[in-house]
Every structure is written in C-alpha cells, then in structure tokens.
Nanobody, 125 residues
Framework: QVQLVESGGGLVQAGGSLRLSCAAS????????MGWFRQAPGKEREFVAG????????DYADSVKGRFTISRDNAKNTVWLQMNSLKPEEPGVYYC??????????????????WGQGTQVTVSS
C-alpha cells in the first residue's frame, strides 16, 4: 500500500509559480508510476503530468507542456510538480496519484490505485 500526502498549494497571481510536493510512504512506491491530476469545481478529475518508476519518462497534458515539470526522488519518497506561468483557468484541487506497475507515464484516473487527499490551488487574475 502507498500513502500520499500533498502540500504546497495556495493562492498565486496569473503568471506566477507554485511547487507542489507529494510525500509517499509504502514499500511499492518505487514501482509505481506517479502523477498529478486536477479537479475544478463541477468538473472531472483530469490528468496533468506523469512520471515513470525511475523518473526516466514523463508525460504532460498538452495544455501544460513547457510550463509544468514533474520530478521524483525515490530515495526521499517524494514527487514534485513545478508549475510556472499559471493561468486563471488552471485552479482547482491538485491530487497526487500512484499507479502500481504502470507501463508508462501517461495515466488514466480510472486506473489509479492510490490517491492523495489533494491540495488547493487558486489563481487570481
């Protein structure tokens, strides 16, 4: 079992940056692909970024490519999402996610095995 706790959310102006952190526990963390999802009020939970077991492969939603960066350090059991040039249409609750033995970094919400409780991100104009 993998347990995930997110932190780093908050209020930021459009064009600003935030770094989200996800602290993980569990023996299977190193063989889980990790990802970040975003859920806005009244919307479905959507894929934002993913990273493979060893961090050698990453993938991003088209809307965030070039602005967001996902990374991990298995020795520290930690995953980060660096978000730059944030837009007003990108607020919501960001969830850290783990998929056991996923073959690639592009994750589907329906296949996620472990979810964090989420951290709120608010972007002001």
């Amino acid at each position: 079992q993998v347990q995930l706790v997110e932190s780093g959310g908050g209020l930021v102006q459009a064009g600003g940056s935030l770094r989200l952190s996800c602290a993980a526990s569990g023996r299977t963390f190193s063989v889980c692909a990790m990802g970040w999802f975003r859920q806005a009020p009244g919307k479905e939970r959507e894929f934002v970024a993913g990273i493979s077991w060893l961090g050698t492969m990453t993938d991003y939603a088209d809307s965030v490519k070039g602005r967001f960066t996902i990374s991990r350090d298995n020795a520290k059991n930690t995953v980060w999402l660096q978000m730059n040039s944030l837009k007003p249409e990108e607020p919501g609750v960001y969830y850290c996610a783990a998929e056991y033995r996923a073959l690639g970094p592009r994750l589907s919400a329906s296949d996620i095995d472990y979810w964090g409780q989420g951290t709120q991100v608010t972007v002001s104009s």
